[in-house]
């Protein structure tokens, strides 16, 4: 059976970098883009970016906030239409199911952070309702620890103003993303247990929380966005 991801080259797909160019200047000439804290994401090596969900917006907007390519976790239901399946996995998602454990996609995970990629999750499941960050699941924990690689936790806001559930077209907004300092995952020993889990997941929540609560006053207007460098 054909692995559930693109495989790791030396080189990066064109239009991926394409998008890179292009995302945030479209968010710009929306309202607004703001990237703080990339400097914490590691030029190399394996890591996990662990950010809340608000629109289908944010895969783009967080891979392009850094210069380094990305994976993706991507519902499964997303790869049944076979053209837009290939699309997406060129931009180097790849399916997990919601609301089971899935294996396969968890084993993937691990072999790519074991390889030196990024990868992006998006630990509430689902994208949020009301823009209020829901509870995260052990699943960013897990992969990242097994893989002995870092979490870094990402905040996003604005995303779902720009294209809300159910629109079809970009609306005026500002959106703004922020990386968190690197967590280590291995503070509890090589094979975290459920409860060790579970408090790095807290920790990785809990900073994805004090930077969106930072963004507002960005958003709002009320002070610049003290951009600190991109990796």
């Not at 994401?41 to 662990?50: C, F, K, Q, S, T």
């Not at 897990?142 to 629109?167: E, V």
């Amino acid at each position: 059976m054909d692995r559930l991801y693109e495989p790791p080259r030396s080189w990066t797909w064109p239009h991926y970098r394409f998008a890179q160019w292009s995302v945030p200047r479209i968010c710009r000439l929306c309202g607004g883009h703001c990237v703080r804290g990339a400097e914490n994401v590691p030029a190399e090596g394996g890591a996990l970016i662990a950010s809340n969900h608000l629109s289908h917006l944010d895969p783009p907007v967080v891979g392009t906030a850094i210069r380094r390519r990305t994976y993706y976790f991507a519902a499964a239901e997303l790869f049944r239409n076979p053209f837009f399946g290939r699309l997406i996995r060129k931009c180097y998602a790849f399916p997990v199911k919601r609301g089971e454990a899935d294996r396969a996609a968890l084993k993937a995970a691990i072999e790519l952070l074991e390889m030196g990629e990024l990868l992006t999750m998006f630990p509430e499941g689902t994208r949020s309702h009301t823009g209020e960050i829901g509870e995260f699941d052990l699943g960013a924990a897990l992969a990242a620890s097994r893989a002995r690689a870092p979490i870094i936790p990402c905040a996003l806001s604005g995303t779902n103003l720009l294209l809300p559930r159910g629109a079809k077209w970009l609306r005026r907004g500002r959106v703004a993303v922020s990386f968190g300092e690197p967590i280590d995952t291995l503070k509890y020993g090589d094979k975290p247990g459920k409860e060790d889990l579970r408090r790095i997941t807290e920790e990785v929540e809990a900073s994805v929380r004090a930077m969106q609560a930072e963004q507002q006053a960005w958003l709002a207007g009320e002070e610049p966005c003290r951009r600190k460098g991109s990796v």
